[in-house]
């Protein structure tokens, strides 16, 4: 009798574990089911540069498509934390380690600006997103220039060593990097005056006060098209749609060919499942009429890369900056 009692006392017991596991399982799935899915609150997209600018423009407009487009459910605020080259937008968003609800731009200065200044916060500090634009570079002259070809340009600055002058950023910008591998290319040594902004740049060109400048397309495109200036050569791998008779410096012989990037990147120690969540929608965000208009309008090409293939692309440019750096004196082995 004692036996049967106690045989019936543990299958109690052990139906009473049961339902209560599959309780306890249940409440589980429930929670899962109702748990909100990211991201639940704004996210602040941080941009180095004021509007206006180039950069500023791209994150704006991403901003702007991904909130319209009903692509991300939450409002995406754009941040401006100027200064630095880049830096105090890195350093702000460094300090968000863990946090998804910051993005921060990046561009070649996202690489050169450590190097440049020795920085302990680099792009390793950061979790790439994705890759999104590409920039092109052209040469430009205004419209009265003797040079009527970028054949023209090239044969003068070999004949007159450091006379043709270039209007440039500071030394190590992108259009100096750009002179460099044309006078590696083409045996000639360009004159460099530097400017701190692209608009001082482009009135020293108009005034005459320098020969030629590299430029964005879209920086100059409107100089062009009121008959101020022209462009003599691009450092693309191919013509640009807006310029079809402008020939490549490959098609001249001048093998340079040189674009920026623009992408997006997070803080360090963010999930995978986020990672993922930002490439899709920015890939979404590239298809729509909006972000095609605005790739039309500013002159720049659709160069969509992963998280893993972003990262795989700073390496190699970190490597490149720092070998060109190097032969241009900016930096010391």
């Not at 916060?121 to 979790?127: C, L």
């Not at 009135?203 to 009121?226: C, K, T």
């Not at 992408?263 to 120690?269: L, N, S």
Request: aromatic share 8%; hydrophobic share 40%; net charge neutral.
């Amino acid at each position: 009798m004692k036996k049967r009692t106690l045989f019936i006392l543990v299958a109690i017991l052990l139906s009473t574990i049961t339902l209560l596991g599959g309780c306890s399982s249940k409440q589980e799935t429930s929670k899962q089911e109702t748990a909100p899915k990211y991201p639940t609150k704004p996210i602040e997209l941080v941009v180095h540069t004021n509007p206006g600018d180039g950069v500023n423009l791209f994150a704006m407009t991403l901003a702007e498509v991904l909130t319209t487009e009903k692509i991300v459910p939450q409002p995406v605020n754009v941040v401006i934390k100027a200064g630095g080259s880049g830096a105090n937008a890195m350093a702000y968003v460094n300090t968000k380690e863990g946090d998804p609800y910051y993005l921060v731009t990046c561009q070649p200065s996202t690489i050169t600006t450590p190097i440049r200044n020795k920085l302990d916060i680099t792009y390793k500090n950061f979790t790439p997103i994705a890759s999104v634009i590409a920039e092109d570079y052209v040469v430009v002259v205004r419209k009265d220039s003797p040079y009527q070809t970028f054949r023209d340009l090239i044969e003068d600055a070999k004949k007159n060593p450091k006379k043709v002058k270039q209007g440039s950023g500071v030394l190590g910008a992108n259009d100096t990097v750009i002179s460099k591998l044309i006078e590696e290319k083409a045996g000639v040594e360009f004159n460099l005056v530097p400017f701190k902004e692209g608009g001082q740049m482009v009135v020293a060109l108009l005034s005459g006060d320098v020969d030629f400048i590299s430029a964005n397309p879209s920086e100059i495109l409107e100089q062009v098209r009121a008959g101020k200036m022209r462009v003599l050569a691009s450092a693309s791998e191919q013509r640009l749609s807006a310029f079809p008779d402008v020939p490549t410096m490959k098609e001249l012989g001048i093998d340079v060919v040189f674009k920026g990037h623009r992408g997006i990147m997070a803080p360090k120690g963010i999930s995978q499942e986020v990672v993922k969540y930002w490439e899709e929608a920015i890939l979404k965000a590239t298809k729509t009429e909006k972000w095609k208009k605005y790739l039309n309008d500013n002159i720049v090409s659709d160069f969509y890369l992963t998280s893993e293939e972003l990262s795989k692309y700073w390496d190699e440019l970190n490597n490149m900056y720092k070998e060109i750096y190097t032969r241009m004196g900016v930096i010391s082995n």
